[in-house]
């Protein structure tokens, strides 16, 4: 690659990532690379985007609350039914988002990641074992950040998860195959994990003194499951593509009221790799 198109595809790899990072929304957190970590001084960086959907009981509760502000002539937010939906709202974040990040190969077989998603920052090291010529297993360690005002408004009344703020913590396992030239990677895993986030002020609208305090919202998820990606290209790109589905325990606490909700996510991805 000549010195004036590298440079041109790292000017259009940048204009892309600024024009993600405007789209802060829901969505989820993919891991989105292979098993086998990059050599010493590599850089690969990717774009794309990403998804959160609720499944299950999961999105039975998110549609009975939705049903139950429907359906309430008062404010709602003050039963169980719609306390259950505010957690998985909140916690689960179904929708869709951006997806930004880069890899770098440090040397020894670790390699150390910093992914942006529009809700949140995740940062992670890892370190890969060779199990032959083209098998590799990787383990890790990450730190994710959900950042305050980078998602979108919520369906339910009086949860605004613009005031949305947290952190976490994950742990993967990868095993993966890696063609010769890297032409295709194919990798399957495990990763659980565990994410506490707050919502100081859930409310749209500002609440007279006379009435009470603010409506807030905490909640701790636990969760845990197994993904699959592929990556399909030559040398300098790929096209990714992975999902990831979780069973996810949420509980905490809505307007005062304690309740906890249970079941399956899903998680597909899909990114443009560029490595340097």
Known sequence: MTPA??????ASFSALLSALALAGCGGGLPLLHPARTLRPGAVRAAAGFSGSVATGDLASALR????????SAGAPGTDATYAKGALVAASIAPGLAPF???????GSDFEAGLTYTGRAL???????????????LSIGAGASAALFGHQDGSALPNVDLGNLHGWGADVPVLVGYASDADVYLLWIGARGGWER????????????????????????????????????????????????????????????IHTQVTGWALSPATALWWRF
């Open 5 to 10: 198109r590298a440079g041109a595809t790292r």
């Open 64 to 71: 009975n609350a939705q049903s139950d502000a429907s359906a």
């Open 100 to 106: 930004a990040g880069a890899r770098v190969g440090l």
């Open 122 to 136: 995740r940062a992670d090291a890892r370190r890969s074992f060779e199990l032959g010529d083209h098998l590799s």
């Open 197 to 256: 986030i707050d919502i100081d002020d859930v409310r749209s609208e500002p609440k007279p003194a006379a009435s009470g305090p603010p409506i807030g919202l905490s909640a701790e998820r636990f969760w845990g499951g197994g993904l699959v990606g592929v990556a399909v290209g030559f040398r300098h790109v790929h096209v990714a593509m992975e999902i990831e589905a979780c069973y996810a325990s949420v509980t905490g606490d809505y307007s005062g």
